[in-house]
């Protein structure tokens, strides 16, 4: 079957399906089991919802998307073609939203991880990240 979508069309696509338990947010989660870490998932009393915390390391993840959350200087973060005012306003939000719930994440004693989509492809790599995090 020929794909026809545009990459910034499936990547608005994949925003569209839902943020939960996208196969990138699963990829971090299973590095993290395989390390032996305890974590919680999508914690809805916290800013932002980060999509895992670990307790015992005052640690919080986001999960984001290369795209939607305009990961700096990655190829899939490109510009769409069209409408270029619309979305530059609504990633302008989307990273304002991001900033703010990591400074409050920090002001309640979290450290804030980042882990962007395309980070998630080599779960060699992945498995590096994590092990910096944590300092495994
Ligand atoms: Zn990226």
Same mark, same amino acid.
């Given at each position: 079957? =020929? ?13 569209? =399906? ?6 990138? $947010? ?32 005052? =640690? ?5 998307? !290369?795209? /939607?959350?305009?990961?700096?200087? !990655? ?8 409408? =270029?005012?619309? /979305? ?21 004693? /979290?450290?804030? $991880?980042?882990?962007?989509? !395309?980070?998630?492809?080599?779960? $060699? ?12």
């Amino acid at each position: 079957m =020929v794909d026809r979508l545009t990459p910034e069309r499936r990547s608005w696509l994949m925003s569209r =399906v839902g943020s939960k338990n996208t196969s990138p $947010e699963i990829r971090v989660r299973r590095s993290a089991h395989a390390l032996g870490l305890r974590f919680r998932l999508h914690r809805k009393d916290l800013p932002g919802t980060p999509d895992l915390i670990f307790p015992k390391y005052r =640690v919080a993840i986001f999960v984001h998307g !290369c795209f /939607w959350h305009r990961h700096q200087g !990655c190829s899939k973060a490109s510009m769409p073609k069209t409408d =270029v005012s619309m /979305w530059q306003a609504k990633f302008e939000r989307n990273v304002e939203r991001d900033e703010e719930n990591i400074s409050k994440l920090t002001m309640l004693g /979290w450290r804030v $991880e980042i882990i962007w989509e !395309c980070e998630t492809k080599s779960a $060699e790599l992945m498995k590096q990240r994590l092990m910096s995090i944590f300092s495994l």
